[in-house]
């Protein structure tokens, strides 16, 4: 490129914050260390999720598979067409998706029976709490290595209230300077002046003040607290911070949210000239996944997949809401023709869903912003708004299969 993406004086901090981390290699291993089975259930029962654990290891045994739908109904796939993988998001912590885990089980016989997503999404805010009292790891335990999903996407709101201590140390650490607004107890929060609402940096938008460095903070430290590896809703200049600063930490991703997506093919190319500017050696990026805008179409979806293989960049996913909450976009929003679409093209496509396409309670972009003991308060009516959710991705991957296009769900449906 004609102008490189970052300076050196950027790079510099950026090195400086993850070398204070202990280095590419540290972090690397310690998030493969920290994804263990044996490792999370050990720290799960100190935290006291042990029994949580325990029951969601008798109820994902009764879970229904993929293989008794495709024996009674004489599945047969065409290799023409794409992949179709499933994804579902609202999952808030440990107790909505255990909640949810109940529905599925309780269902398994029925015409509600669900498979497990494949992925999954989570916006639940990463506060001190949530990342150190096992809420989060117990999530993951339950998703990845219970429930076997494929991937756990953690949301990281630049904008929530942090110990000021903890800028403090940033600032000596990097060299850079974050304007910052006193949030009382000995915590402080960055100011979003571009944002006046409580929605802060959900739009992905805030990108002043070096504040990719507390992004890239934030998603370590839990990363290395947790084994979480996948994250979500970074800025503009975020995703060129982690473009660069995961080019050597092959297990640390993120994902491009609807809300930074790209509803025409100018804005992938974008992306893809990011991602090309710190490609890692075998050619994959940290980015893993690119939701394509609720504005595009089948044509824009197939046509960004086409530049995406000619690009040469491996291993990066495009998916595509069927259904999202009713306050987020249209009305009636229904993506699912174009899914087909797609799908018949030959194209792969992850479907995801931030709704079931009706107007549940808590079935609201407000349930995802709940604060913590509202979150708790609510988790049956969440857990259930999830099932719902999972229900509509199963009975969508089910007509996907009788058409002949290949689904892929977690592998506790297998």
């Known amino acids: 490129m004609k102008y490189h ?3 050196n004086s950027e790079m510099k901090a950026i090195d400086a914050l993850k070398e204070y981390f202990g280095g590419a290699k540290k972090i690397r291993e310690t998030i493969e260390n920290m994804r263990k089975y044996e490792i999370r259930k050990r720290i799960l029962q100190e935290k006291g999720f042990g029994e949580m654990i325990e029951d969601a290891e008798r109820l994902v045994k009764k879970f229904p598979k993929v293989e008794d739908f495709e024996k009674k109904n004489n599945i047969t796939y065409n290799d023409k067409f794409g992949v179709a993988t499933a994804q579902v998001s609202g999952w808030q912590g440990a107790k909505v998706t255990h909640h949810a885990m109940k529905r599925i089980a309780e269902n398994a016989s029925t015409d509600g029976q669900c498979f497990v997503p494949s992925e999954f ?4 805010a990463l506060t001190d709490n949530y990342i150190y009292n096992g809420d989060l790891m117990a999530t993951l335990m339950m998703v990845e290595n219970i429930m076997k999903g494929s991937k756990f996407c953690s949301t990281n709101l630049i904008g929530i209230p942090q110990p000021e201590s903890r800028f403090l140390e940033l600032e000596k650490v990097t060299g850079s300077t974050f304007e910052r607004a006193d949030a009382g107890n000995g915590f402080s929060n960055l100011i979003l002046k571009n944002q006046g609402t409580f929605f802060g940096n959900f739009g992905g938008i805030e990108c002043a003040n070096d504040n990719h460095l507390v992004y890239l903070d934030g998603i370590t430290r839990t990363a290395l607290a947790t084994g979480a590896d996948f994250f979500l809703n970074p800025s503009w200049s975020t995703i060129i911070a982690i473009c660069y600063y995961g080019r050597d930490i092959p297990n640390l991703h993120i994902k491009i949210s ?5 509803q025409n093919t100018m804005q992938f190319r974008m992306l893809l000239n990011i ?5 890692r050696e075998d050619g994959t990026s940290p980015l893993y996944e690119i939701n394509i805008g609720n504005g595009a179409d089948a044509k824009t979806f197939i046509q960004c997949a086409k530049e995406l293989e000619q690009s040469g960049i491996k291993g990066v996913s495009l998916a595509a809401h069927i259904y999202i909450n009713p306050d987020l976009g249209m009305a009636g929003f229904n993506w699912t023709d174009n899914a087909f679409k797609v799908l018949e093209s030959g194209t792969n496509m ?4 931030e709704s079931d396409g009706t107007a549940r309670e808590m079935d609201t972009m407000e349930a995802y912003f709940l604060p913590e ?5 609510n988790a049956e009516k969440i857990g259930d708004v999830i099932y719902y959710k999972t229900l509509r991705a199963t009975k969508d991957g089910k007509e996907f299969m009788k058409k002949g296009i290949k689904a892929i769900f977690g592998g506790a449906s297998y």
Do not use: C, P, W
Not at 350 to 353: C, G, L, N
Not at 373 to 377: I, L, N
């Open 5 to 7: 993406l970052l300076s």
């Open 121 to 124: 999404i989570s916006v639940v």
């Open 258 to 262: 609807m809300l930074l997506s790209t």
């Open 275 to 279: 991602m090309n500017e710190y490609l």
């Open 350 to 353: 992850t479907f995801k869903y």
């Open 373 to 377: 003991d509202e979150r708790e308060a």
